[in-house]
Nanobody
């Protein structure tokens, strides 16, 4: 019912910046929470940042002050601006959506995008 498509990954030098975007489409009424996760080589997937439809945000300690999550006015696109990138930020970055209202009486959690690779060279 919900498709999430990420874009904006790539190769960047340490200290550089990248902006990731994730667009939601499909049959749904609204999305409350959108998240960015990442999974580095040999690591478990971790939550990087979240944003609610009301604009409340949360960040992992490792990215606070460097990453900024935002949503568009329609609340169907979420972006992640990543500044001061470090080699340890290298990972596949995934977008997810939670508390998605599919119909007036039905909600569903945790739709995933396919991921986008971010590589930070030292």
């Amino acid at each position: 019912q919900v498709q999430l498509v990420e874009s904006g990954g790539g190769l960047v030098q340490a200290g550089g910046s990248l902006r990731l975007s994730c667009a939601a489409s499909g049959k749904f009424i609204s999305i409350d929470v959108m998240n960015w996760h990442r999974q580095g080589p040999g690591k478990q997937r971790e939550l990087v940042a979240s944003i609610t439809s009301g604009g409340s945000t949360n960040y992992a300690d490792s990215v606070k002050g460097r990453f900024t999550i935002s949503r568009d006015g329609a609340k169907t696109t979420v972006s992640l601006l990543m500044n001061s990138l470090k080699p340890e930020d290298t990972a596949i970055y995934y977008c997810s959506a939670d508390a998605v209202q599919i119909t007036p009486g039905r909600w569903q959690n945790r739709f995933w995008g396919q991921g986008t690779q971010v590589t930070v060279s030292s």
